[in-house]
Antibody, heavy 122, light 109 residues
């Protein structure tokens, strides 16, 4: 079964850090681009960051640029998001999503995980 | 990085057709053939319905279709069914990043 399972969310104070993980299974992980997409409670979808199949190309939303870092380990079939200098507005459910293509930029996210919740609060 | 513009809500009766819009700019929707649409039911992960403007992933009914004209993309659902009631989000490539619309709530009357 094709599956993405996120982990690593939790409650963190403003200014703190968290590292999210996404474990992929059921498909050839290094054939696909991957992204993180978040959804604040009661709000819409927001693309956060993406990475191409071999990690050679990455992109970030302006709202997280300089604070978040996306990476992947194809040997472990895993995607990561290192989040530093967290703010209250980063509170959201974070989904990892597989792109239909080897790149991440075309926004054709055909497989989604159920998400991991990040709450930034003092 | 501005979000794409979608109407907050649309509605239709079972069996009817509805079309929802997604307005961008020449830097995103108008500049590339990479517009996608997602359906999201409450408490569920989004589901890809359309990609590359008008392509349907396997398993998506052909009642769902996508198109684009200039800076505006559209999703049309024909033969509306009760289970189509959901939030719909458009998404576009924008050069070096990806941008979503604010979402449209579809109500089936």
């Amino acid at each position: 079964e094709v599956q993405l399972v996120e982990s690593g969310g939790g409650v963190v104070r403003p200014g703190g850090s968290l590292r999210l993980s996404c474990a992929a299974s059921g498909f050839t992980f290094d054939d696909y681009g991957m992204s993180w997409v978040r959804q604040a409670p009661g709000k819409g979808l927001e693309w956060v960051s993406g990475i191409n199949w071999n990690g050679g190309s990455t992109g970030y939303a302006d709202s997280v640029k300089g604070r978040f870092t996306i990476s992947r380990d194809n040997a472990k079939n895993s995607l990561y998001l290192q989040m530093n200098s967290l703010r209250a507005e980063d509170t959201a459910l974070y989904h990892c999503a597989r792109d239909h293509y080897g790149d991440y930029k075309r926004g054709a996210f055909d497989i989604w995980g159920q998400g991991t919740m990040v709450t930034v609060s003092s | 990085q501005s979000a794409l513009t979608q109407p907050r809500s649309v509605s239709g009766s079972p069996g009817q057709s509805v079309t929802m819009s997604c307005i961008g700019t020449s830097s995103d929707v108008g500049g590339y053939k990479y517009v996608s649409w997602y359906q999201q039911h409450p408490g569920k992960a989004p589901k890809l319905m359309i990609y590359d403007v008008s392509k349907r992933p396997s398993g998506v009914p052909d009642r769902f279709s996508g198109s684009k004209s200039g800076n505006t993309a559209s999703l049309t659902i024909s033969g509306l069914q009760a289970e189509d009631e959901a939030d719909y989000y458009c998404c576009s490539y924008a050069g070096s990043y990806v941008v979503f619309g604010g979402g449209t709530k579809l109500t089936v009357l």
